[in-house]
């Protein structure tokens, strides 16, 4: 019996100290404090448009970065392994990354398999860097709905 009592008493301890009551969420939504680097959660309030435009310029700092990075993985590639200039390499990474397709018809094996990797990672590079764009947008958007129920 000593053991029975042990576990009814921590399944009872369970329920009633670990779920979140609406008093709970309510206390949490008012003081809460609204970061630019956190999204909101579900039941907090819905942040003010400071918040909001420096999560957009946040986002977008990130895209820049990533398109930048990838923009240099392009070029120094084109320019090792195809032995294009640095201007043609420019030209050829940044066509591949905008989705336009190659410019400069590519001498060997090596620089043909660089170029086809190098397409597939811009394909995931755009679908990333579309999210990052995106996300404090539909966040906000979805969110809005949220906070009237």
């Known amino acids: 019996m000593r053991a029975y009592d042990g576990i009814d008493t921590l399944t009872l301890t369970l329920s009633q100290g670990s779920g979140n009551s609406d008093e709970q969420m309510s206390k949490r939504s008012h ?3 609204h970061r630019a680097f956190r ?4 039941y907090d309030q819905l942040a003010p448009r400071s918040i909001f435009f420096q999560r957009v310029a946040i986002s977008l700092l990130i895209a ?13 590639g084109y320019h090792t392994l195809a032995g294009l200039g640095w201007i043609d ?3 050829e990474a940044s066509m591949i990354l905008g989705g336009m397709g190659p410019v400069n018809p590519l001498a060997n094996d090596a620089a043909k398999i660089f170029a086809s990797i190098f397409a597939l990672f811009s394909g995931l ?3 990333g860097i579309m999210g990052v764009v995106l996300s404090p947008i539909v966040h906000r958007f979805l969110h809005k709905f949220h906070v009237d129920e």
């Open 125 to 127: 590079m755009f679908i």
């Open 64 to 76: 820049f970065g990533m398109i930048g990075f990838a923009l240099a993985i392009g070029v120094i």
């Open 89 to 91: 390499s420019l030209l």
């Open 31 to 33: 003081n809460s404090k």
């Open 39 to 42: 999204f909101e959660r579900r």
